[in-house]
């Protein structure tokens, strides 16, 4: 019989990809020991109060965070898709296309605290098995014993946030250290979250 495949699933605005989000997908495929990593920009997020970035921005600088990475194929469903995004429907649409693969959905212990109000949660769990990244020293207490069975990725300490990356872009800090370098160029480039974009 052949080993099954087992995919992990990583969605996000990636408004911009951090150190952090890189960390957790070399984490993901090192500690699941995946098969393939699927990455996910997000396209018109349904819980996201703030609009985003231009999703070819966001494609492109995904792809200079993650293709580098053994094993990474940054995905462009989501932002292809009309109308709001879920989860659910990246997942149905990834167990069409292989019913076989063991599916891994990779999120951090934030999301994991509001998971149950995702659409379709409980559909989520048919389809997939949560991978939680745990970077604090409170583990585990998001956790609901009725979701089943949760794999646990550990994570190095990392405080990083997109929005305090955002704003330092519009000071003129500097955030190289907490970008990939080549999204850090990219930014610049692009004058992505300047003052005066």
Same mark, same amino acid.
């Given at each position: 019989?052949?080993?099954?495949?087992?995919?992990g699933?990583?969605g996000g605005a990636?408004d911009?990809?951090?150190?952090?989000h890189?960390a957790? @997908?070399?984490?993901?495929?090192?500690?699941?020991?995946?098969?393939e990593?699927?990455i996910?920009?997000?396209?018109q997020?349904?819980h996201k109060s703030?609009?985003?970035?231009?999703?070819?921005?966001?494609?492109?600088? @995904?792809r200079?965070a993650?293709?580098?990475?053994?094993?990474?194929?940054?995905?462009d469903?989501e932002l292809?898709?009309?109308?709001?995004?879920y989860t659910l429907?990246t997942?149905q649409a990834?167990?069409?296309?292989?019913?076989?693969?063991q599916?891994?959905?990779v999120?951090?212990a934030?999301?994991?605290?509001s998971?149950?109000?995702?659409?379709?949660?409980?559909?989520?769990?048919?389809l997939a098995?949560?991978?939680?990244?745990e970077r604090?020293?409170?583990a585990?207490?998001?956790?609901?014993?009725?979701?089943g069975s949760?794999?646990?990725?550990?994570?190095?300490?990392m405080d990083?946030?997109a929005?305090?990356?955002?704003?330092?872009?519009?000071l003129?800090?500097p955030?190289?250290t907490?970008?990939?370098?080549?999204v850090?160029?990219?930014?610049?480039q692009?004058?992505?979250?300047a003052a005066?974009s």
């Amino acid at each position: 019989m052949p080993v099954t495949e087992r995919i992990g699933v990583m969605g996000g605005a990636f408004d911009p990809p951090h150190l952090a989000h890189r960390a957790l @997908a070399e984490s993901a495929l090192r500690e699941l020991k995946l098969s393939e990593l699927r990455i996910f920009p997000t396209g018109q997020a349904w819980h996201k109060s703030t609009a985003l970035s231009p999703a070819a921005d966001r494609l492109a600088m @995904a792809r200079l965070a993650f293709d580098s990475l053994p094993g990474v194929q940054v995905d462009d469903a989501e932002l292809r898709r009309q109308g709001p995004t879920y989860t659910l429907d990246t997942l149905q649409a990834l167990r069409l296309a292989r019913p076989h693969a063991q599916l891994f959905l990779v999120i951090g212990a934030d999301q994991a605290r509001s998971f149950e109000r995702w659409h379709g949660w409980q559909d989520i769990l048919q389809l997939a098995t949560l991978a939680v990244a745990e970077r604090e020293p409170a583990a585990g207490q998001w956790h609901n014993p009725a979701w089943g069975s949760v794999e646990l990725i550990h994570m190095p300490l990392m405080d990083l946030s997109a929005t305090e990356i955002r704003h330092r872009c519009r000071l003129g800090l500097p955030i190289d250290t907490l970008v990939p370098s080549g999204v850090c160029d990219y930014i610049a480039q692009h004058g992505l979250y300047a003052a005066h974009s």
